[in-house]
């Protein structure tokens, strides 16, 4: 009996046990629901202001000061960029130099920035394209006497700021040249007060980089009369830093009449690179370079830079390793349409390349054709010029000037049937003008009253030329 009592005193704190265990465990369960739903609620805030109310990315260019050609090309790189990713927000950091644009991306407050390649970079750059050739230029006044970089000892020199590295290349310059350092007379300015001093004369000479066809320097071309030096130690200068090379400023570049330079002239360059961190999302960096090579046509409406940029030699080697993001876009995992079809299109280019030949063959000799009419014209006003000095009667001067407008008769219409090209009737037109001042003048010597025709003539010749 007490053995009995005992078995189900036994049983009865077990069920309590038990029950107390159920409770607690409802307990605990009940407690834990509030958390859970705390959990998710601060989750879907989370993700509802830092996701679908987040604020587009933005990506910030160092971009030289406002106004340069550079500052121009990334600013059309930003838009297009936009453009491309709607949710993507672009923003240009003016910059004075080259030495500004490492310090801001050194520091984070830039993603990329455009840098000289002989400038002094960090580890943490990456490269992503080459934007142009960063040229050496020395301009002088023609009328300083300055024929060489020799001459330059003793004269009043224009040079960048001291913090760039356009100022150390002058240097690195003179001393390619053995020139004096204390002889010299360099003096730090900006490019916009350089440029204003020399045209005032307030210095002989300037050295600056900036890229071929600088609309800066053709300005100052059409408002001074400067000589731009050659550098006939640009093979040698090139093979003592790796990151120059040789580049050749074709006669006429800046200006046509008289050209500017005189004849081909040598050059060095540095490649003026686009740089950006390594840190920075490849996919961003794959977009900004898919940018500058799918819209070169785009971008080339706002800055003539366009063309000239190009992607680095991963065969040579580059100066800084090339950023993942960049890399993806150079080897793109889908073969292109020229390796899937390399040997049809193989056959279509020999064809093509004969008709081209024949083609081109054609072509030179029409330009050919066309160069020889406009020098006959140009041999013929010269002639009336030279009878026009010679003339001694009116009736001379008469003949001279009635065969004078029938010659530009003759070139307007064959410039409409296309015999002559407009660089050809530009020529022609500078002598017209030569030779009508030279009738003129015969007329003012012999006291002839000038006739007024000239006018409707030369109203005819200017619309043509329009």
């Not at 001074?224 to 030096?229: F, G, V």
């Not at 009635?402 to 530009?408: E, I, S, T």
């Amino acid at each position: 009996m007490v053995g009995d009592t005992e078995k189900y005193a036994h049983k009865r704190d077990r069920g309590e046990e038990g029950h107390v265990d159920t409770v607690n465990r409802r307990g605990l369960l009940l407690a834990f629901i509030p958390v859970v739903l705390s959990a998710l609620i601060a989750g879907g805030l989370l993700y509802y202001f830092y996701v679908l109310k987040a604020p587009p990315p933005v990506v910030r260019i160092a971009a030289d000061r406002t106004g340069s050609d550079i500052r121009e090309l990334l600013e059309a790189v930003a838009k297009l960029a936009e453009d491309r990713d709607g949710e993507l927000r672009v923003e240009l950091v003016s910059t004075d130099d080259p030495a500004m644009n490492i310090q801001l991306l050194e520091q984070g407050r830039v993603d990329f920035a455009a840098i000289p390649a002989d400038a002094v970079t960090r580890p943490s750059f990456s490269l992503v394209a080459n934007l142009f050739p960063d040229t050496y230029h020395v301009l002088v006044r023609s009328d300083s006497g300055i024929r060489s970089v020799h001459d330059l000892e003793g004269r009043r020199i224009a040079v960048p700021s001291y913090t760039t590295a356009a100022y150390r290349s002058f240097w690195f310059m003179i001393g390619q040249y053995g020139l004096n350092p204390e002889r010299m007379r360099p003096f730090p300015l900006t490019q916009k007060q350089a440029l204003r001093a020399l045209r005032k004369g307030e210095v002989q000479g300037m050295f600056l980089m900036v890229p071929p066809g600088d609309r800066h320097v053709r300005w100052l071309a059409e408002t001074t009369d400067i000589r731009l030096l050659p550098l006939e130690q640009a093979e040698a200068m090139s093979k003592r830093r790796s990151a120059l090379r040789t580049i050749m400023l074709p006669k006429g570049l800046y200006a046509g009449s008289p050209p500017l330079p005189a004849e081909d002239t040598m050059s060095v360059a540095a490649a003026r690179m686009l740089v950006t961190r390594n840190n920075v999302d490849p996919d961003i960096v794959r977009m900004f370079t898919s940018v500058l090579f799918e819209n070169r046509r785009d971008l080339s409406i706002y800055s003539h830079l366009a063309n000239l940029i190009s992607k680095p030699d991963l065969e040579k080697g580059t100066i800084l390793p090339v950023h993942e993001g960049a890399m993806a876009y150079y080897n793109r995992d889908q073969p292109s349409f020229l390796q899937e079809n390399a040997e049809v299109i193989g056959v279509l280019f020999s064809i093509m390349a004969v008709l081209f030949s024949g083609i081109m063959w054609v072509r030179r000799r029409w330009l050919e054709r066309q160069k020889g009419r406009v020098d006959v014209y140009n041999l013929d006003l010269v002639d009336i010029g030279r009878q026009a000095r010679e003339a001694e009667s009116v009736e001379e001067l008469a003949g001279l000037r009635n065969r004078l407008y029938a010659m530009l008769e003759q070139v307007v219409h064959d410039l409409d049937e296309d015999r002559i090209d407009g660089e050809g009737f530009h020529y022609f037109a500078f002598t017209w003008e030569a030779a009508l001042q030279a009738i003129r003048s015969a007329e003012r010597r012999l006291g002839v009253e000038i006739p007024d025709d000239a006018d409707e003539a030369r109203r005819k010749l200017h619309e043509a030329m329009a």
